[in-house]
Nanobody
Framework: QLQAFGGGLVQAGGCLRL?????????????MGWFRQAPGKEREFVAA????????YYTDSVKGRFIISRDNAKNTAYLDMNSLKPEDTAVYYC???????????????????WGQGTQVTVSS
């Protein structure tokens, strides 16, 4: 089970930190990813981090603004979002990938477990 929290309402240019805590399994065994879904749009990849935290990957629209990280001792992954824009408004989901391979996945159907989502709204 994944629990995502930290969303909220923020003005453009502001920042938020999302957290994703795993319950019932050890997060260090999983690659972790963040996805988002805006109204009327498909769920899209945002960022992912490898099991150890040594590899990260971002979609182009958030590079330089968002940072994904993890603390395996706390079974928690984070998404620090800076310089937020109205187009970042969406429900953000965290996900876990149990693949034994080292490559980071960017498509939603390759992830095995999902959190419930947390709303991020950026006002202009």
């Amino acid at each position: 089970q994944l629990q995502a929290f930290g969303g909220g309402l923020v003005q453009a240019g502001g920042c938020l930190r999302l957290s994703c805590k795993t319950c019932g399994f050890t997060s260090s065994n999983y690659h972790m990813g963040w996805f988002r879904q805006a109204p009327g749009k498909e769920r899209e990849f945002v960022a992912a981090i490898s099991r150890s935290g040594s590899l990260t990957y971002y979609t182009d629209s958030v590079k330089g603004r968002f940072i994904i990280s993890r603390d395996n001792a706390k079974n928690t992954a984070y998404l620090d979002m800076n310089s937020l824009k109205p187009e970042d408004t969406a429900v953000y989901y965290c996900a876990a990938d149990s693949s034994p391979f080292s490559n980071i996945k960017t498509t939603a159907n390759e992830y095995d477990y999902w959190g419930q989502g947390t709303q991020v709204t950026v006002s202009s």
